[in-house]
């Protein structure tokens, strides 16, 4: 049957007043009165080191969506409460959030919806299809989903001490959230297989992780200000355009130079004379404080985007672009 149209997202005009559950957004700065062009996505069970579940997952999604359309926001930060950033997956709750009379998880193999998407890949989804960049602080254990929901963000900025893991292997699954897409282009596969085949814990600044972490901070509260620094100087100096069109050509540019050759200069073409550009390059020239407005779709060059899109069977997929390619 044919999917049914979904309704228009519209942008609140704070997101203070979205009702969230296990996560907050926070403006930074705090006191901010309206949405400011750095926002702060906290994980916020502290409880249950901010374990994740299908509503945070929800809640995720959400906020997401809304970002990719705010122009008022340039970058994400995404942290957690209290001593761990993400402990993985709510093992109380069971990976499949269904458990029988006696509390035992229900067998996977009985009942499954053979429609099943993974929760912890739609976040890593909706943070690599959000137009505006996220940077990771990492203050605290990031275990499961934990670390590989991060993966996808631009940045992750780590706590030294942070315990790290890819642990499926211990838990009798496999690495989720796109992990095995995103983790081997990361890392490499040596540092990638090593991690997934121990599912080792091991401290943030490791040196299994090589560059995955653009720094590693000697505290929780040191991660976060870095992280926020970090946002600060993107969004004030940078192109949301150009940033998002930079990431996308990395992750589905083509396998040869020759190919990166053709498709950079279609890219490249479609922005010169851009009104990002023009910002750009007026600003250098008046020695003045860039003020870039462009925003994805609507300011990208025609031929965005280039790859055929892959239908997931997620919602919105029938509203999604055609490659032009």
Not at 105 to 110: G, L, R
């Amino acid at each position: 049957m044919p999917r049914e149209p979904r309704p228009a997202l519209k942008v609140p005009e704070t997101y203070s007043s979205l009702l969230l559950q296990h996560i907050k957004v926070s403006n930074v700065p705090a006191s901010s009165p309206t949405v400011t062009p750095v926002i702060l996505i906290t994980l916020n069970r502290p409880e249950k080191h901010n374990a994740f579940t299908e509503t945070m997952r929800l809640d995720l999604e959400r906020v997401y969506e809304l970002v990719d359309i705010d122009p008022r926001v340039k970058v994400v930060v995404l942290t957690g409460a209290g001593k761990s950033f993400c402990a993985g997956a709510d093992l109380e709750i069971g990976f499949l959030g269904a458990k029988d009379e006696n509390g035992i998880i229900k067998n996977p193999k009985t009942g499954r919806d053979v429609d099943h998407r993974d929760g912890g890949g739609r976040v890593s989804l909706a943070i690599h299809h959000c137009s505006k960049p996220t940077i990771a602080a990492i203050q605290g254990a990031a275990v499961g989903v934990g670390i590989t929901m991060c993966l996808p963000a631009c940045i992750r900025v780590a706590y030294e001490k942070a315990k790290v893991g890819f642990v499926f292997s211990r838990r009798g699954i496999i690495m989720e959230a796109c992990s095995s897409y995103f983790l081997p282009r990361l890392i490499g596969h040596s540092r990638a297989l090593h991690l997934t085949t121990t599912g080792s814990v091991y401290p943030a600044n490791h040196p299994l992780f090589g560059t995955l972490f653009s720094a590693t901070c000697p505290s929780p509260e040191a991660t976060l200000t870095r992280a926020l620094e970090l946002a600060d100087e993107i969004a004030k100096n940078t192109s949301t355009v150009s940033t998002k069109m930079m990431r996308e050509l990395m992750y589905r540019g083509p396998d040869s130079a020759e190919g990166a050759h053709l498709l950079d200069s279609k890219i490249i073409h479609g922005l010169f004379g851009s009104k990002d550009n023009v910002e750009g390059v007026e600003s250098f020239l008046q020695k003045r404080q860039v003020n870039f407005t462009g925003q994805v779709p609507r300011d990208a060059p025609d031929w965005y985007p280039w790859w055929q899109q892959v239908d997931i069977g997620d919602k919105g997929a029938e509203n999604k672009g055609k490659s032009k390619l």
